[in-house]
C-alpha cells in the first residue's frame, strides 16, 4: 500500500513529462527522462478508469439510477430521465481522452521499446487490452454504436466512424483472447504500481476470462450460437472465489479516496438515499442481511425504509433525507459512527470491476441454456448468493443457509422463470455497480425496476426505466458524420427508449 501511495503522489507529476519527438542527445537531460514510464501511466489509466465510471455522476447519477438501487433527495431530474446535457458531453470525451489514451499510450511505447515482445512487456500490454476491453464494453452497452476501430487517433482522424455494437463485442473479444494468450503468469507486469491486481498476472488472466464471460452471456439472445462458444471457452479460466475479484482500490486521503466518499464530504446528505425498490420491495420482503451492509439505518426513526423512488424535486425536498436510509458509511462521514469494512461512502471503499457472484449468475444461466459447462443452475444460483453475502461482510453460514432455503429465494420454489429467479438475485448482487444492474435488467426483463413514481420527464417508450442514453450533443456538431453513422446502426432514433442490439425484447 505504501507503494501505492508513492505512485498516485508522484503520477501527476511525472504524467505531464512530454513523449514527443526525439530532438538528439543535446536536448536529452539524464537526470530528467523524456518518456513516462509505463508504470506511472497504468496507475493514471486505472485511477481515470474508476473515477469516470464510479463517481457521482456517470455512477450515482446515471447507473445507480437507472438500475433503481438510489433514489434522489433532491433535484431529482436524473432519476425522472432528464440527464445533464454537459455531464454527457463531458463524460463521452473523458472516457476516451484520459483512461483509453493512458491505455493505448501503453502499448505504443511497450511495442516502440527495446524491451518489445519480452513477457514483461506482454503482460503489461495484456494488461492494458484488458482494461480498454473493459472500458470499451462498458461505453457500447450505455450508448450502442460507438467510435472503436477509428477511435484513438489524435490528430489522424478527429471525426472517428462509429463501430456496431456486433462489431465492438466481437473486437474486445478477440483483444481479450489475445491478452489471455499473451499473459505469461510466471512474470510481473506494472507491480505495485497495478492498483488492481499489483501485478499478478494469473488474477489479470482470470478477469480476462471472467469479462470474455459477461460479454458472451450479454449477446446470448441475439448470437447464441457465438455466445455459446465464448462462455464456454472461458468458464474454466474465469474466477474461482471471491478471492479473485476486481477492485480499485482507494486510499483514505484525498485526492485518492472514493469520489462518492468526497461528494457526500462535500455536498452532505443533498443528493441521495436508498431506493424502495431495493429496500421495500427487495430486501425487506426476503429478510435480507445485505441490508444492513448496503445501507445505513433511518436517523429519525431507525430500521430500514427506502425512498420513493422519482419524486419530483419539490416532493423530495419536503422529505428530510433523514427519514430514508442512505447509502452505508453516510452517518460515518458526518461523524456520527465509525466506518464499516464494507460501507460505500467509506473513503477506501473499492470501485468493483468484476465480482465472483457475478460468474455464479452467468453459469447459473449457462446451465439454464443447456450449455457445455459444469454443476448445476440450482447449485450456481446458490453459490452466487452466498459469494454476494460473503463479499458484503455476511460470513454466517447459517444466516446464509435460512435466507437460500425461503420459498421466495429457493431455487425450486421462487417465483418466476429462471430470468426472474436468476435476474433479481443477479441485479441485488450487483448492487453499486449501476451499469451492470441495469444491463443485466435490460437483458433479462425480470420483474422489478418500475417508472418513477410521480412521471418521467423523458419518453422512455413502454419501459419502466431508460434502455439505452442518448449520445452526447456535442457528437452532432463535432463528429456529424460519425453521429449520424451512429444513428443508423442504432436501428432506431436516438432516444432512450431505443433498444441497444443485444437487448431484443
Not at 26 to 37: L, R
Not at 132 to 159: M, Q, V
Not at 180 to 189: G, N, V
Not at 201 to 227: C, F, H, Q, T, Y
Request: aromatic letters at 10%.
Amino acid at each position: 500500500m505504501k507503494n501505492i501511495k508513492y505512485v498516485l503522489a508522484v503520477m501527476g507529476l511525472l504524467i505531464s513529462v512530454s513523449c514527443g519527438k526525439n530532438f538528439g542527445d543535446i536536448n536529452v537531460d539524464p537526470n530528467n527522462p523524456s518518456s513516462v514510464p509505463v508504470e506511472f501511466i497504468i496507475t493514471s489509466a486505472e485511477k481515470a478508469m474508476a473515477d469516470d465510471i464510479w463517481d457521482e455522476w456517470m455512477n450515482a447519477r446515471f447507473g445507480l439510477l437507472v438500475a433503481e438501487y438510489w433514489a434522489q433527495n433532491n433535484y431529482t431530474d436524473e432519476s425522472r430521465w432528464n440527464f445533464r446535457v454537459g455531464t454527457i458531453n463531458s463524460y463521452w470525451g473523458q472516457y476516451y481522452s484520459r483512461a483509453l489514451r493512458d491505455l493505448d499510450e501503453i502499448i505504443k511505447l511497450n511495442n516502440a521499446s527495446t524491451a518489445a515482445g519480452t513477457p514483461k512487456a506482454k503482460n503489461q500490454n495484456a494488461v492494458a487490452l484488458i482494461l480498454k476491453s473493459y472500458i470499451y464494453h462498458h461505453l457500447t452497452d450505455i450508448w450502442g454504436p460507438i467510435p472503436y476501430s477509428e477511435a484513438l487517433l489524435g490528430s489522424e482522424n478527429r471525426t472517428p466512424k462509429y463501430d456496431s455494437q456486433k462489431d465492438v463485442y466481437i473486437g474486445i473479444d478477440r483483444d481479450l483472447q489475445n491478452a489471455i494468450a499473451d499473459i505469461d503468469e510466471s512474470e510481473d507486469s506494472f507491480g505495485a504500481a497495478d492498483v488492481v491486481y499489483s501485478g499478478d498476472m494469473s488474477l489479470w488472466k482470470k478477469l480476462a476470462n471472467s469479462l470474455r464471460l459477461r460479454i458472451g452471456m450479454r449477446m446470448s439472445d441475439v448470437e447464441p450460437a457465438l455466445a455459446k462458444g465464448i462462455v464456454e471457452q472461458a468458464a474454466a479460466g474465469a474466477f474461482t472465489s471471491n478471492d479473485d475479484n476486481a477492485y480499485f482500490r482507494y486510499l483514505d486521503g484525498q485526492p485518492n479516496n472514493n469520489p462518492l466518499n468526497q461528494d457526500r464530504i462535500e455536498r452532505g446528505d443533498a443528493d441521495f438515499c436508498i431506493s424502495n425498490i431495493l429496500i421495500d420491495k427487495t430486501l425487506t420482503p426476503l429478510s435480507d442481511p445485505r441490508v444492513a451492509a448496503f445501507t445505513d439505518e433511518t436517523v429519525n426513526a431507525g430500521g430500514y425504509l427506502g425512498r420513493p423512488f422519482g419524486q419530483t424535486s419539490s416532493t423530495a425536498a419536503g422529505e428530510a433525507p433523514e427519514d430514508y436510509s442512505q447509502p452505508s458509511g453516510a452517518q460515518a462521514v458526518a461523524g456520527n459512527v465509525n466506518f464499516r469494512s464494507y460501507d460505500v461512502l467509506a473513503a477506501s471503499s473499492p470501485m468493483i470491476l468484476m465480482n465472483y457472484a457475478e460468474v455464479c449468475f452467468i453459469m447459473a444461466e449457462a446451465k439454464e441454456r443447456s450449455w457445455n459447462v459444469p454443476g448445476t443452475a440450482a447449485e450456481w444460483y446458490n453459490a452466487g448468493i452466498t459469494a454476494s453475502m460473503n463479499e458484503w461482510g455476511i460470513s454466517d453460514a447459517t444466516a446464509i443457509g435460512d435466507y437460500l432455503a425461503q420459498t421466495d429465494v429457493d431455487y425450486a420454489t421462487a417465483a418466476g422463470d429462471w430470468k426472474q429467479k436468476i435476474g433479481v438475485q443477479k441485479w441485488i448482487a450487483l448492487y453499486m455497480q449501476g451499469v451492470q444492474g441495469w444491463s443485466e435488467w435490460r437483458r433479462l426483463d425480470f420483474d422489478k425496476l418500475e417508472a418513477p413514481v410521480e412521471g418521467a420527464l423523458f419518453d422512455t417508450g413502454n419501459s419502466p426505466s431508460p434502455l439505452r442514453l442518448t449520445y452526447p450533443t456535442n457528437e452532432q456538431t463535432q463528429n456529424a458524420s460519425g453521429y449520424s453513422g451512429g444513428v443508423s446502426l442504432l436501428g432506431g432514433p436516438d432516444k432512450l427508449s431505443t433498444r441497444v442490439w443485444w437487448d431484443v425484447q
